[in-house]
């Protein structure tokens, strides 16, 4: 059984930065894509980053491009999402996801291309 967990969320003045990690359990990350999405009160979950199973390109949406960088560590099982020079509008709860096949490439920026989900880490950015 695949599990993420995220953590690393919290409380951040604008301007500030926030390290997220998600770590997964039940398979190597190795031949998977993963993402990063986010979900602010009242509003639809959106994607925020994603970044290939083999490391070589990753995707970004242009509200965080920039500012978010993604990254992995398959030795650690680990992906990792850097973020800096946050807004308000940053704050959401953030989950990390993974898709059911390996080596996919398909819609990984979009929520319909994943199948696993962590549990969400808060992310609040005051102004």
């Known amino acids: 059984q695949v599990q993420l967990v995220e953590s690393g969320g919290g409380l951040v003045q604008a301007g500030g930065s926030l390290s997220l990690s998600c770590a997964a359990s039940?398979?190597?990350?190795?031949?998977?894509?993963m993402g990063w999405f986010r979900q602010a009160p009242g509003k639809e979950r959106e994607f925020v980053a994603a970044i290939e199973w083999s490391g070589g390109r990753s995707y970004y949406a242009d509200s965080v491009k920039g500012r978010f960088t993604i990254s992995r560590d398959n030795a650690r099982n680990t992906v990792y999402l850097q973020m800096n020079s946050l807004k308000p509008e940053d704050t959401a709860v953030y989950y990390c996801?993974?898709?059911?096949?390996?080596?996919?490439?398909?819609?990984?920026?979009?929520?319909?291309?994943?199948?696993?989900w962590g549990q969400g880490t808060q992310v609040t950015v005051s102004s």
């Open positions: 996801a993974t898709p059911q096949r390996a080596y996919s490439v398909v819609r990984i920026t979009s929520a319909g291309g994943y199948e696993y």
């Open positions: 039940g398979r190597t990350i190795r031949s998977y894509a």
